[in-house]
Structure formats: C-alpha cells, structure tokens
C-alpha cells in the first residue's frame, strides 16, 4: 500500500477516532507511519498499518495537571500520545517514540506548525541516555528471539508436526532478529552523527534478508554469522559511548523552555487562532 492510499484510508470511517475522539480532531499535531513501513522493512501484502502522532493536552489538563497519557486504538494499530506524555518519553530515549522524530518527510501523514516545532527541536532529547534504552529495546528483541528458538525446538509447539511449528515461528523470529539490528543501527546515527534516522535505507538488504530467514538454518535456528554480525555492532556502540559528542542526559532546562512555550498557547488559546487559520486536522 502506497503513503498516498494511507492517507486515502484515514479518512475512511474507520478512522474516525481520529476526528472524534475527545483527546483528537485539532489537538493532533503529528500523525506519521510507525512499524515496518516507517522502517523500510514492509513486506506488500503482509505489514499492517502502524500509525503514530502526537495531540496537544487540552487547556484544562494543563491547568489541572492531567495527562490522558495516549489515545490506543488497537484495532488499528494506531497510538497517539499526548504532548507532554510523548515530550516525558523523548526525554527518557524511548526508541518507540523517538522514531516519530526521524521520519521520512513523506512518512508524515499530517504535521501541525506546532509539530514541525517538535521536529525542529529533535536533538534537544538526544544524549547518551539512548544508549541504555536502546541497549534495553535490543535486549528485549534478543530474549523474543531466544524465547521463540526454543519454541521450535519443542515437539509439542502448539500441538503442531515440526514443518508446521517451522512456519508459524519463521516469520517471528526473522522479523525479531532484524529489529534487534536495526535498533542498534538506529542508536548510531544518534551517537555519530546526532541524527534521528528511523527509515534504514542504507541497511535495508541486510535488515530484509535477516527478516526473510536468511541468517536461520535448516532448523530454523540463527547461525553463526548472525551472532558474529550481533557481537560487531555491540562493539560498536562501546565504542560510540565512549567518544560520541553528546552529553549524558538531554538539555533538561531547553526542554521545560520549549514544553511551557507550547503549553502557554494552548491555555491563552493562541493554538486555537491558529487552527482557525486551516491548520485544523481534516
């Protein structure tokens, strides 16, 4: 499915959320492709539609101190969280959010004047904290993998003969293993070059033939070159938290800055007026 069909999809009712929800309609300043087509890892046919944005928290939230958090719409892959969840997440290198940063321009479903702000202002988040939080995501992926290994090695997998258990497990434990390396390539164009970069063109033939089974085995296991290519890029990301630029939390003070700026104009209504300007989401 093409970015121009997503976008012809959203408008269908299914989506309505979007337009309706109590939390959405003009408060959305981000709206973007999550999962494997913002990644260049989409297979045709076969992906599901991930959608990620980012909604202003009313005036009354600000003035009251609430957060509706985020807004998950499950039988659509969607979640939109609020300004200050999603800035509270930024700050924390949250890879699942920080990707919505480093979009490609045509993966941007919708951007707000308010959004573009959020994105001009991306490297405020970025420290060497992404180190452990990557580190983190990519262990989470190494135990999924581990986890699912062992699965196929179990003759009673899910009741099912050995072909069977194979492919219901291949897919998994390919797309496993090609995210716990694009977590770590995505961790150092942060380090390296301070760019948010979630689109992984450069990588994308490795990241494609790791997901399509081609570092697994006859028995459906990860092979030796897998492990090789792993322990390369964890030294790596040694390397690069040691002589990476970036300091060790994010510019903490920029950051209040810029989330008060926001906020004030959500509470003397100057978003509003902008809205009434044709920012509106539609």
Not at 80 to 109: D, R, T, W
Request: aromatic share 10%.
């Amino acid at each position: 499915m093409t970015v121009e069909e997503i976008r012809e999809k959203l408008k269908t009712p299914e989506y309505d959320f979007l337009r309706n929800n109590q939390h959405l309609g003009s408060n959305i300043i981000l709206l973007g492709l999550g999962g494997s087509y913002s990644y260049g890892m989409n297979i045709e046919g076969k992906s599901d539609i991930d959608i990620r944005g980012v909604a202003l928290n009313s005036k009354e939230e600000i003035l009251r101190l609430q957060n509706f958090g985020q807004v998950v719409e499950a039988n659509t892959d969607t979640t939109i969280y609020s300004f200050n969840k999603m800035i509270e997440l930024l700050c924390k290198a949250n890879p699942n959010v920080m990707e919505q940063l480093g979009l490609k321009p045509e993966h941007y479903l919708y951007i707000h004047p308010i959004g573009q702000e959020l994105l001009n202002n991306s490297q405020l988040f970025l420290s060497k904290r992404v180190v452990h939080s990557f580190a983190a995501y990519a262990k989470d992926q190494l135990t999924k993998l581990d986890h699912q290994s062992s699965q196929l090695m179990d003759e009673d997998y899910m009741g099912m003969g050995r072909r069977n258990r194979y492919a219901a497990a291949h897919n998994k434990l390919g797309k496993h293993m090609a995210h716990l390396i694009r977590l770590y390539y995505m961790c150092f164009d942060i380090l390296e070059n301070q760019k948010i970069v979630t689109y992984r063109d450069q990588e994308h033939d490795l990241l494609m033939n790791i997901r399509n089974g081609e570092y697994l085995d006859k028995n459906q296991q990860p092979i030796s070159s897998f492990y090789d290519l792993l322990s390369e890029l964890e030294k790596r990301l040694e390397y690069d938290e040691k002589n990476t630029s970036l300091s060790e939390t994010p510019n903490y003070q920029k950051i209040n800055e810029f989330r008060m700026f926001i906020n004030e104009k959500v509470v003397t209504g100057k978003i509003e007026k902008e809205n009434e300007k044709g920012f509106c989401y539609v």
